[in-house]
């Protein structure tokens, strides 16, 4: 009897399992049949509602922020490889090409085949992609309606909305590309904030308060250089905000602006599913980069400026470089014949900007204008650092040839 009652017991849980798990099976089946329709979207790109481009207009760009998405459910660091016909093979087949994220990258659906969807979505590499999955990994996310936040890519800024305002303006370095890893451009898109990841090492770098949106890009801390004793030192890093730097994370602004936001701040009030848009910069008008953006040169007759104070083109006996100049100056005469160094990237001269965008129809002010350099202080909010803190050396001699010719790529 005693060894009979668990064996009754167990048949009778055995059996109640069974009755359980049928219909359930019956429902998952059910609602395989899914109106797929309801994912299909025009299939325009993300970037053609021009009106969109307006971050003036912060009612518009919260109507964005907030719009729900399709993303693939796969899990957040799970790749999923679109196919060029259903079963088929990878659409691209590089090491960080032809696939997307699941979970946290937002995709458009334009076709629908029995079981399988046509999709676009940008790859790793930044480019627009499309291709075949299946239908049951679409599923549609309503983003958190606490905050939302824009990347712009071409002035180098986070702008963090709520509420359908601009909430503050924060300097960033998205990823620089070079020839030998055109991968390290930060992908543009839609992005859901999917996980508090922390710090992580990048090389000799410590990156930390990292939230992930696309695989391994992160939006992060600006990262530093950590001392024996644990002391951070961020002067490697710090001065680049605002223009490209990073190997395609986010590198975020440290020091708090007037509004008390920093990357802590996102890191400690964000949302999961807090919607991330990395907006493109294909097309648009070249902007100009932050008026106090810090250059360097050899005053002792270099022939370049640099965006690296120890740029590894320039001779040992010259580094750390000297001088020390805003972006700004370079529209100085005592300046505007020193030319970029090719090696660590510097922003492009404003002269050449300004031709840029002339060949675009675009005058300087204009282009101004749109960035919120002229008639809106909010670009300016975030400097950390005053005009007055950079030398005004004397007039560089053009003498000499500091190249050492060694081409690096970081
Ligand atoms: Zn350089």
Not at 67 to 72: F, G, I, Q, Y
Not at 266 to 277: A, G, H, Y
Not at 320 to 333: F, V
Request: aromatic share 10%; glycine share 8%.
């Amino acid at each position: 009897m005693t060894r009979e009652m668990p064996h009754k017991t167990a048949m009778f849980i055995l059996c109640a399992l069974m009755l359980w798990v049928r219909p359930l099976r019956a429902g998952v089946q059910a609602s395989t049949v899914l109106n797929y329709n309801e994912f299909i979207d025009t299939g325009d790109s993300w970037w053609n509602d021009r009106e969109f481009f307006n971050l003036d207009d912060p009612e518009r760009v919260w109507q964005y922020l907030t719009r729900e998405v399709t993303v693939l459910d796969s899990g957040a660091q799970t790749p999923v490889y679109l196919l060029d016909k259903p079963g088929g093979e990878r659409v691209k087949k590089g090491q960080y090409e032809g696939f997307l994220y699941g979970s946290s990258v937002s995709v458009h659906v334009l076709e629908i085949s029995g079981d399988w969807v046509y999709i676009e979505g940008y790859d790793m590499t930044d480019d627009l992609i499309q291709g075949w999955v299946r239908a049951s990994l679409l599923k549609k996310v309503t983003p958190s309606a606490l905050y939302g936040i824009v990347v712009d890519k071409q002035s180098q800024r986070l702008y963090l909305y709520s509420n359908g305002q601009l909430v503050t303006t924060l300097k960033v370095s998205t990823g620089l590309p070079t020839k030998a890893k055109p991968h390290q451009e930060t992908a543009a898109g839609e992005y859901l904030i999917v996980s508090w990841t922390g710090g992580f090492w990048a090389d000799n770098l410590w990156c930390e308060l990292a939230l992930r949106f696309n695989g391994g890009d992160l939006l992060h801390l600006v990262p530093s250089l950590v001392a024996v004793d644990g002391t951070k030192d961020y002067s490697t890093t710090e001065p680049y905000l605002g223009q490209r730097a990073s190997h395609g994370c986010i590198r975020t602004q440290r020091v708090k602006t007037s509004e008390g936001i920093n990357m802590q701040w996102l890191w400690d009030n964000l949302k999961m599913n807090t919607k991330l848009i990395v907006w493109d910069d294909d097309g648009r008008p070249m902007h100009y980069p932050d008026p106090d953006t810090v250059l360097y040169y050899n005053p002792d007759g270099g022939r370049y400026y640099h965006a690296d104070e120890r740029c590894p083109s320039v001779r040992d006996t010259f580094l750390p470089l000297k001088g020390i100049m805003r972006y700004e100056q370079l529209r100085d005469s005592t300046f505007s014949r020193l030319v970029a160094c090719a090696t660590c990237n510097p922003p492009l001269p404003p002269q050449r900007v300004d031709a840029l965008n002339e060949a675009q129809g675009y005058t300087r002010e204009q282009v101004e204008m749109m960035q919120g350099l002229r008639g809106n202080s909010a670009i300016d909010a975030d400097s950390g650092v005053t005009a007055s803190a950079y030398t005004t050396p004397s007039e560089p001699m053009i003498v000499s040839d500091e190249i050492s010719g060694e081409i690096v790529f970081e």
